[in-house]
């Protein structure tokens, strides 16, 4: 973690995610399609008592006509959108497709969770003064 963690935005709530994510790995291991780990993490988050949405929708607006539409793994408690992967390593394109989330909504922090042959996580931040 750098320095900069203590002051993390939502940073109680971001590291019950990463505890989540990281019991989910500890049961499940590496191998299993997104939508395992999806799953057995909404148990998770319905065992703690916390609010979380799958396949959240995000409409991507271009000159304020709907061009498309993404769907988020899961939204927890409408200030956190969590993507999952299931790859050997996080790579670039991941990160983009969480920063476009962030841009595309009025969420300002992500976490990109993947279940790869060794777990990790990256945390992204998009302030809405900057959208």
């Given at each position: 973690?750098?320095?900069?963690?203590?002051?993390?935005?939502?940073?109680?709530?971001?590291e019950?995610?990463?505890?989540?994510?990281?019991?989910?790995?500890?049961k499940?291991?590496?191998?299993?399609?997104?939508?395992?780990?999806?799953?057995?993490?909404?148990?998770?988050?319905?065992?703690?008592?916390?609010?979380?949405?799958?396949?959240?929708?995000?409409?991507?607006?271009?000159?304020?006509?709907?061009?498309?539409?993404?769907?988020?793994?899961?939204?927890?408690?409408?200030?956190?959108?969590?993507?999952?992967?299931?790859?050997?390593?996080?790579?670039?394109?991941?990160?983009?497709?969480?920063?476009?989330?962030?841009?595309?909504?009025?969420?300002?922090?992500?976490?990109?969770?993947?279940?790869?042959?060794?777990?990790?996580?990256?945390?992204?931040?998009?302030?809405?003064?900057?959208?």
């Amino acid at each position: 973690m750098n320095a900069d963690y203590q002051d993390f935005k939502y940073k109680e709530l971001t590291e019950k995610i990463i505890e989540i994510f990281y019991r989910v790995y500890n049961k499940l291991g590496y191998g299993f399609l997104e939508k395992v780990y999806e799953n057995a993490m909404m148990i998770e988050f319905k065992k703690k008592n916390i609010s979380a949405v799958s396949q959240f929708a995000i409409k991507v607006l271009y000159e304020d006509e709907i061009v498309g539409e993404y769907f988020a793994d899961i939204l927890i408690s409408n200030k956190i959108i969590v993507e999952i992967k299931a790859a050997k390593n996080i790579a670039e394109e991941h990160e983009a497709q969480l920063l476009n989330y962030l841009k595309a909504t009025d969420i300002e922090v992500g976490l990109l969770l993947n279940y790869g042959p060794k777990p990790n996580f990256k945390r992204k931040a998009f302030d809405n003064l900057r959208k």
